[in-house]
């Protein structure tokens, strides 16, 4: 089935270790995302990729890296995780268009990661 | 820069009974509104879309959104709420060359039986 697959789903972590979040997508899509939803805040965005090669930051970069090596993947490392990264993680994807609209995000299922 | 306000953080609904959740955008042209529903547990799912034309455009699962650019609104309407129904709900605005949706903070739905 096509779409987005997060890995892993669910992660408990100490603080000062180092974590990454695997994203891989094969819809061929363009254009990559990095959510943390936190309650009562929604979906905040962390880093995003438009193609494969190139990444930026986001609304709440802190803390957090990615690359984008390739089209269909899209890793979150925290270098050092603080406890204030505990949060659901969300991948998506888009294609955009030729005038660069955002269309239609596709999300994965998510990451929960707790930093104690 | 482009914000989404959702005024109501938890709603309740009798089953049958019709929906409104409320959603409200700021930005300083034509904006691309979203409707995406999270059931718990699970990822996100695009419920509508508004890019341009009609501002009634109809979604999946029976709902429906007007796109209202006087009162900067992109409210999610349903005439009869099924129980399947309970999940998050969350408003989103884009635009031509920006590089992500922003999103609301969400809208709880439960639904009475």
């Known amino acids: 089935i096509a779409g987005i697959t997060q890995a892993p789903t669910s992660q408990i972590l100490a603080a000062g270790r180092r974590m990454t979040l695997r994203c891989t997508q094969d819809?061929?899509?363009?254009?990559m995302y990095w959510y943390r939803q936190d309650l009562g805040l929604g979906l905040r965005l962390i880093h995003y990729s438009n193609t494969a090669g190139t990444t930026g930051k986001g609304e709440v970069p802190d803390g957090y890296s990615v690359s984008r090596a390739n089209t269909d993947d899209f890793p979150l490392t925290l270098a050092s995780a603080v406890p204030s990264q505990t949060s659901v993680y969300f991948c998506?994807?888009?294609?955009?268009?030729?005038?660069?609209?955002?269309?239609?995000?596709?999300f994965g299922e998510g990451s929960r990661l707790t930093v104690l | 820069a482009q914000s989404v306000t959702q005024p109501d953080i938890h709603i309740t609904v009798s089953e049958g009974a019709s929906l409104e959740l409320r959603c409200n955008y700021s930005y300083g042209a034509t904006p691309y509104l979203f409707w995406y529903v999270q059931s718990p547990g699970q990822g996100l799912q695009l419920l509508l879309k508004y890019f341009s034309g009609d501002t009634l455009v109809q979604g999946i699962k029976g709902f429906e959104a007007e796109f209202k650019r006087s009162q900067s609104s992109f409210n999610l309407r349903k005439p009869s709420v099924h129980w399947s129904d309970a999940a998050e709900y969350f408003c989103a605005v884009g635009a031509a060359g920006r590089r992500a949706l922003t999103f609301g903070s969400g809208t709880r739905l439960q639904v009475q039986p």
């Open positions: 819809m061929r899509h363009n254009a």
């Open positions: 998506a994807s888009s294609s955009t268009g030729l005038a660069g609209v955002t269309g239609e995000l596709f």
